[in-house]
């Protein structure tokens, strides 16, 4: 199906995420953080983006900054479970405004991801 770069910094949400997306058979390859996850975009070809906001190094919200800029531009899901320093609303618009083509709240269920996962890459 699908080549998509996860990103998140917990390692359990890696490892469930890349399990499910695995199984509706999408090769998956995973970083820890938006610095190590440009970098590998920096030298492959993704057809989907799944991207958490909040994490070290760099953030979602750098990555989808950098992603606006690139003109080979690849579908991007944004998941996240907010933070206190940020409304959830605020942090919808924000991803929205910086081209994301969806965002999702934490915690996301497998159909919803899955669903979200067609949707972007337009398949059935």
Known sequence: MAKILLLDDDEQVLKVITSFLEREHHEVTTAVDGKQGIRLLENQHFDLIIT?????????LGVLMWHKKQTNRQKIIVISGGSAAMHQNLLLEICKKLRADKVLLK???FETLSNAVHEVLDVE
């Not at 958490?52 to 979602?60: L, R």
Request: overall charge negative.
């Open 52 to 60: 958490d906001v909040f994490m070290p190094e760099e953030d979602g």
């Open 107 to 109: 915690p996301v269920d």
